[in-house]
């Protein structure tokens, strides 16, 4: 949820930034809306990870 506010929160920076052609206004948004996305991004490798593990914890008492 964090993440999709980042995201949001980019974009309508980046909209200010175009609007008022303040460039670093844009630059700020898409810092926050790659933020959101970098998150993304570990969660998805982090619950991943969390898988893979579990999944070799379970082959193993298997054996």
């Known amino acids: ?7 949001a929160k ?3 920076k980046q ?5 008022t052609d303040d460039r670093d ?5 898409k810092v926050d ?3 959101g996305q970098a998150k993304d991004l570990i969660e998805n490798v982090k619950d991943k990870v969390s898988n893979a593990i579990d999944n070799v ?7």
């Open 10 to 12: 980019g974009k309508m």
């Open 25 to 29: 206004l844009k630059r700020d948004g």
């Open 57 to 63: 914890k379970d082959k193993l008492k298997k054996n």
């Open 15 to 19: 909209a200010a930034g175009d609007l």
């Open 1 to 7: 949820m964090d993440n999709d506010l980042d995201r």
């Open 33 to 35: 809306e790659r933020a």
